[in-house]
């Protein structure tokens, strides 16, 4: 892309503005030798200034490699705390199999095939890199909305029976069930 040509009237605006604020160049003398020389003491202020920068920019590279190794570590436990939860759910899942087991064989196998399911989601969890976790999940949700949204709804009835079946749970008269 070219840039246009400055009008006469955007030069003037340009100079008087510089003029204003005491910014407009003065442009240096020269003599027959050539450049005029630098001003004195120009390299004296470069070279500290330059080192200042180069500092900062070797705290900052630092910096970000902290922050880059924070960041890793605190999702390498998140990807740790959400393995554990779906072995959890696996885990009462398979119990909840077991109570049911006598009373209604065919629900407790779709529960026990979905336990054992979510026990090697949550194996393949641990194994894999956080970002191929998040693409893996974003994906199967993609392609497959209606096994998703069965799965959670079956999760959500299994927790619930697990639950309404805790020992020690009270009723609404203070007894225990076990009473």
Request: aromatic share 4%; proline share 5%; charged share 25%.
């Amino acid at each position: 892309m070219t840039e246009s040509p400055e009008s006469p009237v955007e030069a003037q605006d340009r100079d008087s503005l510089q003029a204003s604020f005491g910014k407009a160049r003065q442009p240096r003398e020269q003599d027959a030798a050539g450049p005029a020389e630098p001003r004195a003491g120009a390299e004296d202020t470069a070279s500290p200034v330059a080192s200042v920068a180069q500092a900062a920019k070797e705290d900052l590279g630092s910096l970000v490699g902290q922050l880059r190794q924070w960041a890793r570590s605190a999702a390498d436990r998140q990807k740790t705390a959400l393995a554990d939860q779906i072995g959890d759910v696996a885990h009462s899942l398979h119990t909840s199999a077991q109570q049911i087991a006598n009373d209604t064989p065919f629900t407790a196998e779709i529960m026990t095939d979905g336990a054992a399911r979510l026990d090697r989601v949550s194996a393949s969890i641990r194994e894999r890199d956080v970002a191929d976790v998040i693409d893996g999940a974003a994906r199967f949700g993609y392609e497959h909305p209606v096994v998703l949204f069965g799965a959670a709804t079956a999760v959500g009835i299994a927790v619930s029976r697990v639950l309404a079946t805790a020992p020690g749970e009270r009723a609404a008269d203070g007894r225990t069930r076990e009473d």
